[in-house]
């Protein structure tokens, strides 16, 4: 036989052909896909990402059309952002929609100022700078200078519920405003409304 | 057929000026539109733009030849001079077209650096094309 001198070559051969064929992904594990995080998600009548997204992006949209807005960024003015209010009867993190509000807005030049949770870290941080004994003086940053805001963005979640036979149907309204902290004058406000339909 | 009409005013409507205006039967608005698959009832009637404030704000109509209701998905894709996008990937959004109604969608740019745009629509009630086989959708952007 012609491959009697070397045995392994057909198996080596077969191998790499049958290797040929398919095409291993860079994957690990099954039962489990990456989906399209912009696709439209009707999973069911809970607020889900699609009406956080074109809420976020409903709002930054309106934000910058207002000359108020132009005028912050132009004058390098600070905002800061009070978590937005849930008062539905569901659970969801309404911090999502004042994150992804602020992340767009700073894209375009709006300087923030951090509050609420974030402010603890914050202050954690500074006093380990200037009090652990662990720093140079002339690096750690300083006390007291803080910047304080003159926006204050902050917003509110409602939903009005309705059951009839084989409907469910959920009413969602977004409100979102922003006010001059000195004055509490609300400078500007919108609104987004959301209607989701589960028919069983 | 109805006279398609996409108007662009980009940085002269603040200003007061006079405003470029281009319209003809469907070509301009064809450049400006990817359709995912051929939408058979649903089509961009009326596709508008203007910078106003510096920022980018497009108007288009979308008109429902079916007198069913059509579900609609659409974005925009926000672009520099150079075709360049300025933004992230929008989310899809949803839109619910009744029968034979004309829909106006109103968008602002989200950021200052856009100049132009491509707004993409999607319905489930797509029929793919021969013609056109690079850019069919066989499925709708449902998660």
């Known amino acids: 036989m012609k491959f009697s001198r070397f045995p392994l070559l057909p198996a080596l051969l077969a191998l790499s052909l049958s290797a040929c064929q398919t095409l291993n992904s860079p994957t690990v594990g099954k039962?489990?896909?990456?989906?399209?995080?912009?696709?439209?998600?009707?999973?069911?009548?809970?607020?889900?990402?699609?009406?956080?997204?074109?809420?976020?992006?409903?709002?930054?949209?309106?934000?910058?059309?207002?000359?108020?807005?132009?005028?912050?960024?132009?004058?390098?003015?600070?905002?800061?952002a009070s978590p937005v209010e849930n008062?539905?009867?569901?659970?969801?993190?309404?911090?999502?929609?004042?994150?992804?509000v602020l992340s767009h807005l700073q894209k375009n030049g709006v300087r923030y100022v951090i509050a609420g949770d974030e402010m603890q870290n914050q202050v954690d941080e500074l006093r380990r700078q200037n009090q652990s004994g662990l720093y140079k003086k002339s690096s750690a940053a300083k006390v007291g200078n803080m910047q304080g805001a003159q926006y204050r963005l902050d917003g509110s979640v409602s939903s009005i519920t309705k059951r009839?036979?084989?409907?469910?149907?959920?009413?969602?309204?977004?409100?979102?405003?922003?006010?001059?902290?000195?004055?509490g004058i609300v400078e500007w406000s919108d609104e987004k409304e959301i209607r989701k339909v589960l028919n069983y | 057929m109805k006279q398609m009409i996409l108007t662009f005013s980009l940085g002269l409507a603040c200003l007061g000026a006079a405003l470029p205006v281009y319209s003809d039967d469907g070509g301009s608005i064809a450049s400006k539109v990817e359709e995912l698959g051929r939408m058979d009832y649903l089509k961009v009637a009326d596709l508008r733009a203007v910078r106003r404030d510096g920022?980018?704000?497009?108007?288009?109509?979308?008109?429902?030849?079916?007198?069913?209701?059509?579900?609609?998905?659409?974005?925009?894709?926000?672009l520099?001079?150079?075709?360049?996008?300025?933004?992230?990937?929008?989310?899809?959004?949803?839109?619910?077209?009744?029968?034979?109604?004309?829909?106006?969608?109103?968008?602002?740019?989200?950021?200052?650096?856009?100049?132009?745009?491509?707004?993409?629509?999607?319905?489930?009630?797509?029929?793919?094309?021969?013609?056109?086989?690079?850019?069919?959708?066989?499925?709708?952007?449902?998660?």
């Open chain 1, 164 to 183: 009839g036979s084989g409907v469910k149907d959920v009413y969602y309204k977004i409100n979102m405003r922003l006010i001059e902290i000195e004055s």
């Open chain 1, 31 to 80: 039962g489990i896909s990456y989906g399209d995080s912009k696709a439209v998600e009707t999973v069911s009548t809970d607020l889900g990402s699609t009406d956080i997204q074109t809420t976020s992006e409903k709002m930054t949209q309106s934000l910058l059309q207002t000359p108020l807005l132009q005028d912050i960024i132009r004058k390098r003015g600070l905002l800061m």
């Open chain 2, 80 to 143: 520099d001079n150079d075709g360049f996008t300025v933004w992230e990937e929008e989310p899809w959004k949803p839109e619910l077209v009744y029968g034979k109604q004309d829909k106006v969608l109103n968008v602002t740019a989200p950021t200052f650096k856009a100049t132009d745009f491509k707004l993409e629509l999607q319905s489930p009630n797509n029929s793919t094309s021969a013609e056109n086989p690079g850019n069919v959708a066989d499925k709708p952007p449902y998660r």
């Open chain 2, 55 to 78: 920022l980018l704000r497009v108007q288009a109509t979308i008109s429902n030849s079916s007198p069913a209701n059509q579900q609609l998905h659409y974005r925009f894709r926000w």
């Open chain 1, 87 to 100: 008062k539905t009867s569901e659970y969801f993190d309404t911090k999502l929609i004042t994150d992804t």
